[in-house]
């Protein structure tokens, strides 16, 4: 039961960030690798937007995503800990999995998808560039293999308690 009561608490909070974290063009371009292709050339070629935009190595979006969820993770299962390193890897794995889960399908395949609240200045009016799921997969992916290693990392602190 406290499994559920966190899980569900995690995807809302998580869901709450995400919609905090749009309804601007300042906003959106901060999860702009997340946007069709066909978006993304679009807001680098905006004269205004096009010199906000930032980028961001892979490997160090990896890397820091893997480093907050880790603590996250670790945070929330502190307390519920289990005896020895395999019940604490899957119990983190299950979670971290669910909100990845959680963010590709409800998040990115029903919300993001259809909300004009993370659509760029002049494409407000053009949700079929908004449909491709290509890089919403892509991240969904990368997720699975980042929860793994965060699962990991929190199952041998875990362990060591």
């Known amino acids: 039961m406290l499994f559920f009561v966190k899980t569900v608490c995690l ?11 749009t309804g601007t063009d300042e906003k959106n371009l901060k999860g702009l690798s997340a946007y069709p292709d066909v978006i993304q ?5 905006d004269p205004v937007l096009g010199s906000k935009v930032k980028s961001v190595s892979p490997f160090l979006s990896f ?6 969820y880790t603590v996250l993770l670790l945070v929330l299962c502190f307390f519920d800990r289990k005896e020895g390193f395999l019940p604490n890897f899957w119990n983190v794995l299950l979670l971290g999995e669910v909100l990845n889960l959680f963010d590709f399908l409800v998040i990115d395949m029903l919300w993001w998808r259809h909300t004009k609240r993370v659509r760029f200045t002049g494409t407000e009016n053009q949700p ?11 991240s969904f992916l990368k997720g699975v293999l980042m929860f ?14």
């Open 11 to 21: 995807c809302l909070v998580f869901w709450g960030f995400c919609y905090l974290g």
């Open 41 to 45: 050339k679009h807001v680098k070629a």
């Open 63 to 68: 890397l820091s995503n893997l480093v907050l």
């Open 128 to 138: 079929e560039l908004y449909q491709n799921p290509k890089n919403h997969f892509i």
């Open 148 to 161: 793994f290693f965060a699962a990991l990392l929190v199952a041998l602190v875990l362990s060591l308690f």
